[in-house]
């Protein structure tokens, strides 16, 4: 295998885990989320907030619980090879705001992922979830809105 390429198994397992951990996002489920990533594992957040290994699911426990949370969905952009035994996903999101049936395009980000294959299968070492606001370019908001609204539709997930 070249440095970039995966194997299709490997892509999948990638794929499988981020759907995995926007479901767990979607289902409210603040320590199956955190449980998708290693021990030392690193979430940052849409506003800038870092958490680390157990943080993580204690960080989301509360706005589970206090807040009506958007739901994700997600078109991958790319999965491939960083080592032997880690890969990089890259994805932009949407969320649909309960009760809606339409994304909220000041809440698009773009998903990075960073997994590493360990004993018990793949593990999230990081997730960085940065704004696609497109500042001043409002026709490329639109564009990832309208990339999106077709899963919304469909009831995919992950695309």
């Not at 979430?43 to 807040?67: N, T, Y």
């Not at 705001?97 to 960073?114: C, M, R, S, W, Y």
Request: no cysteine.
């Amino acid at each position: 295998m070249n440095a970039g390429q995966l194997d299709d198994g490997t892509v999948e397992a990638v794929r499988d885990l981020y759907a995995q951990l926007l479901n767990a996002w979607n289902d409210r489920d603040a320590d199956r989320f955190g449980a998708l990533f290693v021990n030392d594992g690193e979430s940052v957040g849409f506003d800038g907030s870092q958490r680390r290994g157990l943080q993580i699911a204690e960080h989301l426990k509360p706005i589970f619980a206090d807040h009506p949370t958007a739901a994700y969905v997600a078109k991958v952009r790319e999965v491939r090879a960083v080592g032997p035994d880690a890969a990089l996903l890259r994805a932009i999101v949407g969320m649909v705001p309960p009760g809606a049936d339409e994304l909220k395009p000041d809440v698009n980000a773009v998903q990075t992922l960073l997994a590493e294959r360990t004993a018990s299968g793949w593990r999230i070492v990081l997730l960085q979830n940065t704004p696609a606001q497109h500042h001043g370019r409002p026709e490329l908001v639109e564009r990832h809105t309208a990339e999106l609204a077709p899963l919304v539709r469909s009831g995919i997930l992950v695309a």
